[in-house]
Nanobody, 126 residues
């Protein structure tokens, strides 16, 4: 069973950048499509960004398009989320998620994910 460990969260000012990293353990990282979710206090968890097994297909929530970039490094079994121009409304716990065996270029739907990390806190102050 794959395990996911997020890092890179912190407290920043509006307009700053952060890069989240998700380190994975277990074999066959290339067989997993990956995603980043977030959950703010009192709100439901939402999909922020997703990337296919190939790395060539990506999807973003409208609220982060043009500001966040998801990428994967299969040699390092890692998925990254570069977050630029951060806003106070980006404040949330960010979770890395994975799903095994999707189509090579398929971006998973939010309900597809079945492996989760424990999350990392991102706080953006104005």
């Amino acid at each position: 069973q794959m395990q996911l460990v997020e890092s890179g969260g912190g407290s920043v000012q509006a307009g700053d950048s952060l890069r989240l990293s998700c380190a994975t353990s277990g074999r066959a990282f290339f067989m997993y499509a990956m995603g980043w979710f977030r959950q703010a206090p009192g709100k439901e968890r939402e999909l922020v960004a997703a990337i296919s097994r190939s790395g060539g297909s990506k999807g973003y929530a409208d609220s982060v398009k043009g500001r966040f970039i998801i990428s994967r490094d299969d040699a390092k079994n890692t998925v990254l989320l570069q977050m630029n121009s951060l806003k106070p409304e980006d404040t949330a716990v960010y979770y890395c998620a994975a799903v095994y065996g999707m189509g090579y270029i398929e971006v998973p739907s939010p309900s597809s994910y079945n492996v989760w990390g424990r999350g990392t806190q991102v706080t953006v102050s104005s």
